[in-house]
Nanobody, 121 residues
Framework: QVHLVESGGGLVEAGGSLRLSCVAS????????MAWFHQAPGKERIFVSD???????QYADSVKGRFTISRDNAKNTVDLQMNNLNPEDTGVYYC???????????????WGQGTQVTVSS
């Protein structure tokens, strides 16, 4: 089993920045790929970004150029630096882990509880 815990959410004004962090514990051998998903109020959870152990990553088009994903394999952490935030970025951000990269929820076996991000206009 893998346990994921997110932190770093909060309230920020449009144009501001936040940095989310996620730490994995347990069977961290199952965290070959770590990802972030976003669930806006009343909407489905959607892919934001993922990164594998080599640092290969991908982003949703909506966040390219604004968000940066990074990970520290030794510390079993993955971070998401979010810049130039807008109100559409509001919602709960979830950390996920799995064996292979993917942009769908079913690509990931383990999930954190999420951290709330609110961007005011």
């Amino acid at each position: 089993q893998v346990h994921l815990v997110e932190s770093g959410g909060g309230l920020v004004e449009a144009g501001g920045s936040l940095r989310l962090s996620c730490v994995a514990s347990g069977r961290t051998s199952r965290t070959n790929v770590m990802a972030w998903f976003h669930q806006a109020p009343g909407k489905e959870r959607i892919f934001v970004s993922d990164i594998d152990r080599s640092g290969t990553n991908q982003y949703a088009d909506s966040v390219k150029g604004r968000f940066t994903i990074s990970r520290d394999n030794a510390k079993n952490t993955v971070d998401l630096q979010m810049n130039n935030l807008n109100p559409e970025d509001t919602g709960v951000y979830y950390c996920a882990a799995g064996d292979l990269p993917g942009t769908w929820e079913h690509d990931y076996n383990y999930w954190g509880q999420g951290t709330q991000v609110t961007v005011s206009s």
